[in-house]
Each structure stands twice: as C-alpha cells, then as structure tokens.
C-alpha cells in the first residue's frame, strides 16, 4: 500500500464495513463482533448510532483510496478506548500500525484503552508498537467463537 489515510465515516462507508464483517476468519480474530455478523438489521442499526453520535470519534481507513476499515474511539467500562477493524485483504502491510499511530495524534484523552484477545497476536502487536502496555487480563463470550474468550486490557498513558 503506497498510500494510506483517514477521512470521516460516512454512511456511504457501510456497505464496504458489512461485507468487511461477513469474513469469518475476522470474526474469530476480533472475537468479540454482533451475534450474527450476516443480520444486516443490527449492523445498520448500530452504524446509525454511532454515525449520529458526535462523542464518539470514528474515520475511515483508505489505502490507495480504497477502504480498508475504519478506527473508532469511543468509551468503554468508564474508559476512553480505541478499536479498529480491517478488511482481511489489508492485514500484515503494516496499515494498522500506522492509521493508530496517526489515529491516536487526532485524540486528546489519555490514557487511551484497547481491549484484545489473547491469541490475536497482530492487533496485540499493532497496540505494542504504538505505546499500550498489557494493564489487566479479563473475558467475556465471544459470539463469534461460541464460546468465552480471554482477553488482554492494555493501555497506552501519553
């Protein structure tokens, strides 16, 4: 990818981050995703709140203008947190190390919280190169997997 950056989400982003969350393989990955990532009702449902909630920071990933995923910041457990999803065509080429790095510039709250679980070594990875440090250990059920997933709770403090 020669070219990557962050715009404002849209609702003409939609469609793109629904067929995104159809893959299995990053369902398993991000663990914890909707009941059924195929029921567009919620998905929609839940895009339309987030678009309409100015408190919560949302950008879409481009590379070489095509999007990639996207990258919120929102509150979590009484926390400021971050998350981030990337079409599986974009893992491994460094985009997510990169957009959160340019992500975490654009947001002032600190410290900044992200939530992973254990065995997914590249966002565990990505989070490490941008500065968060494993703070705690939780789990929860993972719809995706069917079953309770533990998860690491790392912080990034400046």
């Known amino acids: ?5 962050l715009r404002p989400t849209t609702a003409d982003d939609l469609p793109t981050f629904y067929a ?17 990532p ?4 919620p998905f929609a449902a839940h895009w339309n709140k987030l678009l309409a909630d100015e408190s919560i920071h949302k950008m879409t990933v481009l590379a070489d203008e095509k999007i990639a995923g996207y ?23 460094g985009i997510a190390t ?22 997914n070594v590249g966002s565990i990875r990505v989070l490490q190169k941008c500065g968060f440090q494993t703070v705690g250990e939780d789990k929860g059920f993972s719809a995706a997997r069917g079953s309770e997933v533990e ?6 403090e400046a």
């Open 1 to 5: 990818m020669s070219h990557i950056r």
């Open 20 to 36: 995104q969350q159809l893959d299995p393989e990053a369902n398993r990955m991000a663990a914890f995703t909707a009941k059924n």
């Open 38 to 41: 195929s029921d567009r009702e």
């Open 71 to 93: 990258i919120v910041h929102f509150e979590q457990f009484g926390h400021p947190s971050v998350g981030y999803w990337l079409g599986t065509e974009y893992w491994g080429k």
């Open 98 to 119: 990169t957009v959160l790095q340019t992500f975490l510039q654009l947001i002032p709250a600190r410290p900044v919280y992200a939530r992973v679980a254990k065995d």
């Open 151 to 156: 998860e690491f709770i790392m912080r990034r």
